[in-house]
């Protein structure tokens, strides 16, 4: 599976989508053809007890194909995307920070997927993102893979985890492509629950196994949102 992730960073970090751009973004998402599963992002606050983080984006999305060619239908030139590229799509959204980055899905089980998410709200995925270089990618990979995965999914209350590698593809829309070497995904019930995972004892075990990396630069990036899902096929 692949997916394609849009990502709004806006400038002033205490800047929020209004209402009905929401609702705009959400239906410009629900009308992709051939979409399988489809989330839309807003901050949420979950704060690391390691590293103090940049703000999340403004609003991000999270787009699922079974293949690659509908994910590159949908950012294309006739694609259901580019009408969130139009000078008046989205007025509260800051389009200054846009990216966007197709990859290859890899899902890994964990203990309890069953969501408990309170009455009204919404669960909160931590989003990680590794922007720079490794020094050898494919053992940095593979250490992340087998040290790393199994200690993520010890995350007390963890409902899901995917983690997302490089991959090439063709987009017309018009914002840079972003390039990370790595992302991954840890969903909770709750930005409460998210909180108390990453306050917990595995989390410094993650820190740990953190600095045992492979040479790699610039860190990585967590993003605290809260997740709507919209589509599910």
Known sequence: MFTLFLTFHARDAAARASEADLARAIEVARGI??????????????????????????????????????????????????????????PSVDKGGVAQQAMLVRAHPVPDPVFRTPAGGFPCSDIIHYPGKAEDLNAWLAFYFESHVPLMKRLPGIRELELYTRIDWVSALPWPKAEHMQRNKVVFDSADAA??????????????????????????????????EIVRR
Request: zero cysteines; hydrophobic letters at 40%.
């Open 195 to 228: 909180t108390a995972a990453l306050q917990s004892p595995i989390r410094a075990e993650m820190r740990a196994d953190f600095l045992k990396f492979p040479r790699f630069t610039e860190g990585n990036r967590h993003n605290p949102m809260a997740t709507r």
């Open 33 to 90: 053809p051939d979409l399988r599963r489809g989330l839309v992002f807003t901050p949420d606050k979950a704060p690391d007890p390691f590293v103090d983080y940049p703000p999340p984006p403004q609003l991000a999305f999270q787009l699922y194909f079974d293949a690659i060619a509908p994910l590159e239908a949908a950012a294309g030139r006739n694609g259901a995307l580019q009408a969130l590229a139009q000078r008046d799509a989205l």
